[in-house]
């Protein structure tokens, strides 16, 4: 193999790429806080293939969706049979409630996170392989559920602290309403029928709702001028809007009613929403997205089970958010100046590490000076240091490498071993 091709094969594939380091430790801190809240608004964990049959996204996403036509990563296995790495959460979840007959004990609230996979064009923010965290609120059909599930992105959002953004809520009506509403679409779309890309001309009986997300720029433009949903409501339909939007008033909830908000998968019903933020002057990117879909159980072979829900994108959170907001997990290291020391060191470690909540390290390569180096790159708050005087007096050194109460970055103390425990406890707040 020559030295070119063997380059080449060590790529990531386009569009997926490799987090390590701050970009890893931003990950893990924003999907250890989502977990908190949903866990406190009473979702449950699911875990489901990463995985499924082709027809599980066919079924419920629609076949005139951008995200089935041209970005699914489908491929035949050994079986011949037609498998697709999952595009999004919510089909795979309702095909899981189905096939485990779990609509016998509603309501469910479930949680997810992981890896999606879309073929679609990279740039900033969008990727093949990006990461999303969602919840599903199923066999539900008050309005306040829609209001409650939008309540925990706003808590996720202040949580990390991410306050440029605006929440577009719609609602695409009953099964009714967007018969009708499609019917008005068809005539309006036809007059300009040549001016459409060629995929909205394919759309334009087959599904003409989807032209209005066409990311085409002339459909956009075309789009613009179409009649809304919004005025097309059926008399329940608009109850229930009105009902949502009561909801998100009392627990101050601003929106923006975004009549052009259809959301590019064919199974909503009612309310839809994203919150989107800029991710510099020109551009805004939503960074959550989701809403009611009342008709997706059934059509995917269950019965009829309403259900709301939505899911954040991760690594647009990880461009919304601060790493510097991110706290820094404590974290102590225990040092031995001699190798006769080591031993005894151990054994601290390891009882530290069963009495204390936080990460103690027990660096043991190389000379103690390089040793100590290591801690305080790895941002150690404190150090144990265990030598000859210690071990004889049975004390320990603590030297400080951050300010941290009272104790300043560079300071040395010594205390009885038998009170380093009770030292970190009530210094770190352990
Ligand atoms: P959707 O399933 O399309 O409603 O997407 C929900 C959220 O996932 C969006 O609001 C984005 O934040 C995120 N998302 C969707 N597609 C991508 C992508 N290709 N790359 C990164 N994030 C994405």
Redesign the pocket.
Known sequence: MNQKRENQELRTVRGMRDLFGEDAELYRYIIEQITKIVLKNGYTPIETPILEFTSVFMRSLGEYTD?VSKEMFSFLDRSENSVSLRP?GTASIVRALITNKLTQTLPQKWFYHGP?F?Y?RPQK????Q?Y?FGVEHIGTDAPLSDVESIAVVAEVLKKLKISNVTLSLNSVGDKETRQKYKEKLVEYFSRYENDLSLDSQRRLQANPLRILDSKDEKDQQIALEAPSILDHLTPSSHAFFDRVQEGLALLNIAYELDRMLV???DYYDHTTF?FKTCLDSQNS??????GRYNGLVEEMGGPSIPAVGW???I??LMIACNYSDVPLAKKIAVLFINQEEENIALKLTHRLRDELQMAVLFPTDGSFIKRLKYSDKIGATCVVILGADEIQSNQAKLKFLYDIDSFQAGQEISIPMEQVIAFFHQNLHV
């Open positions: 995200v999004e999606m879309r679609d923010g969008r990727y093949r990006f999303q959301r590019g998968l994203e990117i939503a960074i959550v997205g989701g899911a954040f994108g690594d647009r």
